[in-house]
Structure formats: structure tokens, C-alpha cells
């Protein structure tokens, strides 16, 4: 629930924090949680060679959907930024849309509005649930972006299509 309003979301942690150690004081909590949030902000940036790859793919002639949870605000203010809406056919925000991942809905969206279907469609990214497991029970090959490389986890069922270190990873795969 917190990623749909993130600033409410910080104010209650940084106010409980503050609260076991005795501290009670809103202008305070709301100063830290607007501090971390400039900070956090300002420390984001894209993923080394990821718009590269994009922009890559994009023209090659690869349909793109952007698929991202959170809150419609701050996402979108990180499109923006990074100059990301070019480079896709369709972006679909879970503050925008009023669902995200892992629910199946937002993939099927996402294949409708491309024009596509779920055997010729490729969903990569770093979250085992949201980009292997959940697109795959729709027929979606789930690519896990495993930069920490971690082991795949032990479910028995689900194995990605691919494992990637990088996005990077993925250019000339098409």
C-alpha cells in the first residue's frame, strides 16, 4: 500500500522510529521523510547501458510496454527525467492505472495495446514474482535481470526463459 503514496508511507515510518525513542514532534518527521525524499531522488539514475538497450531495441523495430508500480507521480516525474517515454509504445503505472504487478491484468494490457501475443513476448526485469513468475502463467517468457546473482529460488515449478546479469545482456537477443 505505502508505494502508492510514498511521502505518507516515510512520514508513519520516520514517525514511529522517532516514536520508540521518545521523540514526538510532526514538523520533524515530516522534515526528515521531505529530506530523504530529495536525497533518494537525487541518487536515482538509470541502470548503466539500460537506455542504450532500449533505445536499441526500439529501433530495431521491437515493441516496447513499460510496466511500473508506484505511485503515479513519482514515476512519472522519473520518465520524464530520464527522457523514457520515447522509447516505449505504452507505459502502464500502477498509480495510474489502479493495478500493477503481479496482477495478470496489466500484462494482458500491456499485449493488448502492443498488438502481440504471449508467446512472442519477452517481460525482463529484477523482481522474481513481477517479471518471471507472474507473466509466465499467461504464456509471457520471463526474463530475470539477476544483477546481485542470486540462485533461482527453489519453487520447482517456474524457471525463467532467461537469466541476465544486465539488461545489457539482452541486446543482438531479439
Known amino acids: ?18 516514536r520508540v525513542r521518545g521523540i514526538v514532534d510532526d514538523e520533524l518527521v515530516r522534515l526528515i521523510a521531505q529530506d530523504y525524499d530529495i536525497a533518494r531522488t537525487k541518487a536515482i539514475h538509470p541502470i548503466s547501458g539500460a537506455i542504450e538497450t532500449i533505445s536499441d531495441m526500439r529501433q530495431s523495430g521491437v515493441k516496447l510496454a513499460l510496466l511500473t508500480n508506484g505511485e503515479a507521480k513519482s514515476q512519472r516525474e522519473k520518465i520524464k527525467r530520464f527522457q523514457l ?11 495510474e492505472c489502479g493495478y500493477g504487478k503481479p496482477e495478470e ?13 504471449p508467446e512472442e513476448t519477452w517481460m525482463a526485469g529484477d523482481n522474481w514474482e513481477w517479471e518471471v513468475v507472474a507473466p509466465q502463467r ?11 546473482g542470486r540462485p533461482i529460488p527453489e519453487d520447482g ?6 537469466v541476465v546479469n544486465s539488461l545489457v545482456d ?3 537477443e531479439r
Open 105 to 117: 491484468r496489466v500484462y494482458l494490457d500491456a499485449l493488448s495495446r502492443l498488438g502481440v501475443s
Open 170 to 172: 539482452l541486446n543482438g
Open 138 to 148: 499467461i504464456g509471457i517468457k520471463g526474463i530475470w535481470v539477476n544483477a546481485n
Open 1 to 18: 500500500m505505502g508505494r502508492l503514496n510514498l511521502g505518507a508511507a516515510r512520514e508513519t515510518i520516520v514517525g514511529n522510529a522517532l
Open 157 to 162: 515449478v517456474v524457471r525463467p526463459f532467461r
Open 85 to 95: 517515454e520515447r522509447l516505449f509504445d505504452a507505459i502502464f503505472i500502477e498509480g
